[in-house]
C-alpha cells in the first residue's frame, strides 16, 4: 500500500518517509489517499510523497500519527466548510458577525423574561436597543430579538450538520477495521 501526500495543506511528514520517483523536501505535505500499485500512484500525476509499506502493525510503528493526521485532514475540512458557512451566511461582514454572540446573548435574555412573564425590569439589551431605534421596521425589543432568534436557530443547525458529518466521519477513521479503511474515509459532502 502506498500512503500519497500532498505538498502545501497540512503538518509537514515524520523524518524518514520513503518517496517514488521525486525528492524529499522540507515543504508542508498533507495524507490525501492510498493507492495499491506503483502504476495507481503514477496514475495520479501529483507532486507527491509516498510511503511504500504493506503491513498495518509495520506502517504503524513507522509512522504512528497517520491516524491521527487523518483524523485532523477531516477536522480541517469541517473548519472550512464552517467558516465557508460563516461568510456566506446571509453576506454580513465579518465585524458584524463578531457581534452575534452579544445580540443573541440579549436576545435570550429578553426572550426568557418575556417567556417568565415579563415580571419586573427587562433585562439590559443596550444593542437590541441601538439596533431597534435605527430600524424603522422594528417596533420594538421583541421583533429583534425573535429575528435574532430565528436566525440563530438556522444557523445552528447548518453548523450542526457539518459537524455531525465531521463527527461521522472521525468515527469511521477510529473504528475502522484497517489501515487502509481509515485512511480511505473522507469528510462525506
Known sequence: MYFIYEQGTG???????????????TETWWLVKTAKSVEEV?????ETLIIGVDDDAVILAKFPDLVAQKAIQIRAVGSVKLTELNDTVGGYLKEERETWYVQK?????????????????????????????NRPDLDSVADI??????????????????LGKQQNALVQVYM?????T???VEFPE
Not at 446573548?105 to 439590559?124: D, Q
Not at 432568534?149 to 453548523?159: G, Y
Request: net charge negative; charged share 10%; proline share 4%.
Open 11 to 25: 503538518v509537514a511528514p515524520q523524518a524518514g518517509y520513503e518517496t517514488i520517483s521525486m525528492a524529499k523536501t
Open 42 to 46: 503514477q496514475a495520479l500525476a501529483l
Open 105 to 133: 446573548a440579549e436576545a435570550t435574555a429578553y426572550n426568557a423574561w418575556v417567556a417568565a412573564g415579563s415580571n419586573g425590569s427587562a433585562p439590559l439589551t443596550p444593542m437590541l436597543d441601538g439596533i431597534v431605534a
Open 145 to 162: 430579538a425573535a429575528l435574532i432568534q430565528q436566525n440563530t436557530a438556522a444557523l445552528e443547525a447548518a453548523s450542526g450538520v457539518i
Open 176 to 180: 475502522a477495521a484497517d489501515l487502509a
Open 182 to 184: 481509515a485512511l480511505a
